[in-house]
């Protein structure tokens, strides 16, 4: 755990022209952190550029009406620092390490094991539920309010991080925050609404067509539904619109791990986990090369569907 948030604070004081980023496919943690972050030094005169790899998902664009989180840096926008929010390390940021460079402040503000370098400013708190958390700090830190957009982005930022508070992470202290954000103007029930009872028709067939091809394995102790193009395509669904088909999986009876494998429109394959019982998505992610949260995680290959259905399976066994 490192808790420097003093030396953060300053970091951002001391800044003029800020990027913000954050992993690859992100979620509704890192999205809200960002733009919350975004609206603060924006209230103290800083220039701010949010960037991401992968566009904000359908069930959060709502936090972005005015699009603020971009794909690519605007010409002529040369920040002095980069600040990275929520991502265990530089690999995560996908093309987007290469925007950081020699000479930047660069600050780390996570609740994940996160590399920073040694004398990099760094806020980590890996009791905290979410990104968001730590936010809530430095915004108090700054002595500043929590204004009614903020409010939204870090009520979804802790909502959706713990899984709309079922995940092991809820604490008192998220709840308290929860509680602190909604007396700021954050709306519990339209953002809940938002994030889990609204979806395009589109992906409604495809979850059909997912539940009828779920695999029960190692004694149902895992279930996979494996996607691949074709099936988004007859069901006219876009990529974004497979969201939340890999927590039906975990729902199942005696299953521990939930496992969603589908084909991306660049030939690559996305892997999403959900885990319970102690068991950790995280780890299993990892030792494929990718990353997340204890119950929540994924990872990209470029092998093919039956390869990456195998490999994943082959280190699954080592963790039940």
């Known amino acids: ?118 004398d990099d400013p760094a806020y980590i708190d890996l009791d905290a539920s979410s990104t968001g958390e730590l936010i809530i700090d430095i915004i108090k830190g700054l002595n500043t309010s929590i204004g009614h957009r903020q409010a939204d982005q870090l009520y979804t930022a802790i909502f959706s991080d713990t899984g709309g508070f079922r995940f092991p992470n809820t604490t008192a202290k998220s709840l308290a925050a929860a509680a602190e954000l909604a007396r700021c103007g954050a709306q519990p029930h339209p953002i809940a609404s938002r994030i889990y009872e609204k979806r395009s028709l589109a992906s409604l067939k495809l979850l059909g067509r997912a539940l009828g091809k779920i695999d029960a394995l190692e004694n149902g102790r895992v279930t996979m539904v494996s996607l691949g193009s074709d099936d988004l395509e007859q069901c006219g669904a876009g990529p974004g619109e497979a969201e939340g088909i890999v927590d039906a999986l975990i729902t199942v009876n005696d299953a521990l791990v939930g496992v969603l494998t589908r084909e991306m429109p660049s030939g690559k394959i996305k892997v999403n986990l959900r885990t319970r019982g102690g068991l950790k998505a995280n780890k299993i992610a990892e030792a494929m090369g990718g990353g997340g949260h204890p119950n929540a995680a994924g990872y990209r290959t470029s092998s093919s569907l039956d390869q990456a259905r195998s490999a994943l399976l082959d280190e699954i066994r080592k963790w039940l």
Not at 44 to 71: A, G, H, M, S
Request: include cysteine.
């Open 1 to 118: 755990m490192m808790k420097n948030l003093r030396e953060v604070i300053q970091a951002l004081e001391d800044s003029r022209r800020v990027l913000i980023c954050s992993h690859i496919e992100p979620d509704g943690d890192s999205i809200g952190s960002q733009l919350a972050l975004a609206e603060l030094l924006n209230s103290l005169e800083k220039e701010v550029r949010i960037v991401n790899q992968d566009p904000v998902p359908l069930r959060y664009r709502f936090l972005d009406p005015r699009e603020q989180v971009l794909e690519h840096l605007p010409s002529g926008f040369q920040p002095d620092t980069a600040v990275i929010l929520d991502c265990s390390n530089r690999e995560r940021l996908g093309r987007v390490q290469e925007l950081i460079t020699d000479g930047m402040v660069i600050v780390t503000i996570d609740h994940h094991r996160a590399n920073p370098g040694p």
